[in-house]
């Protein structure tokens, strides 16, 4: 009898702990998350652009915990903000490397990569006997004998004390109204007060700027005849581009002779006419500005 009685009450207890347990765990229940690691997600504004201009990168990862910002050849060098504007002053191929640290704090890295573009260098200038015929360089020990510049048609000439070649500089601009742009042909000169004997030069040298798309002869001329060379706006012939810098010209001075045989070079008069290009009509062109710079002749 007293073995039955305990039986049953091992019973009971084994009961009654099974179902506080049962109660206990069900009491415990929880939502469970799964884990969704970081993503690395990161752009930049470009990826080629000119020396002094900039790059903008931007991250935009997920679960960071550190930003490290690595900027080969840009100012600044480095950086901790996931949004940052980079300025590079020299060309060059440059490298970005991004490193994200998430915060269970693995890393993972990015590269961009940018082309600058280097600035125009102008030339060092070194003349051999160099005719210095309009340019403020000390490297000229001659001086031609006194010229004129002359609007011939529509053409403004002006001077400008700074910002050219050099420093000073005589800008040639076709009148922004009429009735000044009356007529679709422009025409300015250069000229010498007395004939001058330019066959012992090799090449007519000058610094021209300008982004006009017209067509332009640059003419020489003697008494009589005339002689040219015509530049486009795609050639980029004997060094003229047309990208709004200053851009070192170099012409052979037997390319005028070859236009026209019967061009005198003991006798020039004009030693450069700014011509329009004709059927050209330059009322068309709002650009058809060439800013001229550094002139001289050598051999």
């Not at 073995?3 to 469970?32: G, H, P, Q």
């Not at 030069?201 to 982004?211: D, E, F, G, M």
Request: aromatic share 10%; with cysteine.
């Amino acid at each position: 009898m007293t073995t039955k009685i305990n039986s049953i009450l091992k019973l009971r207890y084994f009961i009654l702990v099974l179902s506080i347990s049962l109660l206990s765990c069900e009491a415990d229940v929880r939502e469970v998350y799964l884990y969704t690691p970081g993503k690395l997600e990161a752009t930049s504004t470009n990826t080629a652009i000119k020396a002094g201009e900039t790059v903008t990168y931007t991250s935009t990862s997920t679960k960071v915990r550190a930003i490290k910002w690595t900027f080969q050849g840009g100012s600044p060098g480095s950086s901790a903000d996931p949004n940052v504007t980079v300025k590079y002053a020299k060309g060059g191929s440059f490298t970005t490397t991004l490193e994200i640290t998430y915060v269970d704090n693995l890393t993972e890295k990015k590269t961009f990569a940018v082309e600058v573009e280097a600035p125009a260098i102008p030339p060092v200038v070194v003349p051999v006997d160099g005719l210095k015929i309009y340019s403020d360089s000390p490297d000229f020990t001659k001086t031609a004998q006194t010229l004129n510049w002359v609007s011939s048609n529509q053409f403004v000439i002006s001077q400008v004390a700074e910002g050219g070649y050099e420093e000073a500089f005589r800008s040639f601009t076709l009148p922004a109204t009429p009735p000044a742009a009356e007529a679709k042909w422009a025409m300015a000169i250069l000229q010498f007060t007395a004939v001058t004997d330019i066959s012992s030069y090799t090449y007519l040298n000058l610094a021209v700027r300008t982004t006009s798309t017209g067509k332009i002869r640059f003419r020489m001329k003697d008494a009589s005849n005339t002689g040219y060379v015509e530049f486009d706006a795609t050639s980029n012939l004997y060094g003229l581009k047309r990208d709004g810098n200053w851009n070192m010209v170099q012409i052979p001075i037997a390319k005028y002779k070859e236009q026209n045989p019967l061009l005198d070079l003991t006798k020039i008069k004009d030693i450069l006419v700014l011509r329009s290009v004709d059927p050209e009509d330059v009322r068309t062109l709002n650009n058809y500005t060439f800013d001229i710079d550094h002139i001289y002749l050598s051999k």
